[in-house]
């Protein structure tokens, strides 16, 4: 952690970063505190890669501290919550970004503990975490603040359910329409919440995505993706800081598509 204050439109804000040790995690953790927010970094096992994003944030004169808890152990979520309100303050902006891919077995063959298991990460953990920090978020937004954010990383998938994905697709359909009954039920409380739904991206999962399904390198897809190469993290981390800036003052219960217009290259 740095005790410098931060300037910049997240000026002021706390921010968790679920999956913020790498990939889209990782630029979006970079991207809220170069914007001004005070940044958790959460990771489940790469301490090592958390610890190097805390750094940049603050060799760059940020705030930030990293904390292991996997998203799905509602224990270890609850005592990350209290630490982070000790160490950086209440929580009032939350990116659910940590998760999982499936197995990429079709339906009939994928047992009902992969398909829990997916739920359990992509959905019923990050509802726990939204059910811990939502009193601080509420009051955030009722002072100084002025509001608070949730912004869910999904998937283009849930619109196109490609085979051998249902568990991964349902458990993000499911958050999917948590986020927007969140947006109904707590825009009175002046909180936001938004879902951004990429489609490939170039992350380490992405990578290994279209090794196992294509054979390739993810880069000798660029040519044929939109604007000539596929999703950067960047991307997608630049349109979660839209969703949390001040210019998104009447946005809520949205879903933004980033995969440059589609369609993306397949890779089921």
């Not at 040790?21 to 914007?35: E, M, N, Q």
């Not at 601080?136 to 603040?145: F, H, I, P, Q, S």
């Amino acid at each position: 952690m740095n005790g410098t204050p931060n300037a910049g439109p997240l000026a002021g804000r706390t921010a968790l970063v679920t999956g913020g040790s790498r990939g889209v995690g990782r630029a979006v953790a970079l991207r809220l505190a170069r914007d001004g927010a005070d940044v958790a970094v959460n990771y489940r096992r790469d301490a090592a890669a958390a610890d190097e994003v805390v750094e940049q944030i603050v060799a760059a004169g940020g705030r930030a501290a990293a904390y292991c808890a996997s998203i799905d152990d509602e224990a270890a979520v609850a005592d990350m919550v209290v630490a982070i309100r000790s160490d950086l303050g209440p929580v009032d902006l939350v990116v659910s970004n940590a998760g999982s891919a499936s197995r990429g077995q079709d339906v009939a063959s994928t047992s009902y503990a992969d398909y829990l298991q997916l739920m359990r990460v992509h959905a019923f953990g990050p509802i726990g975490l939204i059910q811990q920090v939502l009193p601080d978020m509420r009051k955030a937004a009722a002072g100084e603040v002025g509001r608070g954010d949730i912004v869910m990383i999904s998937s283009n998938t849930t619109l196109s359910a490609p085979p051998n994905s249902a568990p991964y697709t349902m458990a993000k359909a499911a958050m999917e329409m948590c986020v927007r009954t969140l947006a109904r039920e707590e825009r009175r409380h002046g909180i936001h919440a938004n879902i951004v739904a990429p489609g490939l991206i170039a992350t380490d999962m992405g990578k290994r995505l279209v090794s196992a399904s294509r054979g390739t390198d993810i880069g000798d897809l660029d040519a044929a993706a939109p604007f000539g190469r596929v999703c950067r993290p960047e991307d997608v981390a630049g349109t979660v800081a839209f969703l949390v800036s001040p210019d998104s003052g009447y946005v809520t219960g949205q879903q933004l598509i980033v995969d440059g217009g589609g369609p993306n290259p397949t890779i089921f």
